[in-house]
């Protein structure tokens, strides 16, 4: 019935919410560690290095490092845009459930 239906949103809603505050975390965690990988980059910029392979190997390294970082961060973000959406829909049905009076 209605209130079977009200409590499955519920629960779900509250598991979204979970989730996205997990992912909030983790949002949170990927950009801290791409400021300072940016950080890093600018730092090993304005050292100065020897000429050589040496130098450039650790800075592809570095490159492929805030790569990795940023595909994270966009990864996440997805997550988070996707639970959202979930959000939205789970509480328009609730609305509507609640409208036509079922869910009380």
Not at 5 to 29: C, D, T
Not at 70 to 90: I, N, P, W, Y
């Amino acid at each position: 019935g209605g209130t079977e239906q009200r409590f499955r949103l519920l629960g779900a809603l509250m598991e979204v919410n979970s989730r996205h505050l997990s992912g909030e975390a983790r949002r949170a965690g990927a950009e801290i560690s791409l400021q300072r990988a940016l950080e890093d980059e600018a730092g090993a910029a304005s050292a100065t290095q020897p000429a050589g392979e040496a130098a450039t190997l650790p800075a592809a390294e570095h490159g492929r490092r805030v790569a990795a970082l940023r595909r994270a961060l966009e990864t996440v973000e997805g997550e988070l845009r996707a639970l959202a959406c979930e959000r939205e829909r789970l509480a328009g049905e609730l609305a509507a459930l609640d409208a036509a009076g079922d869910g009380r």
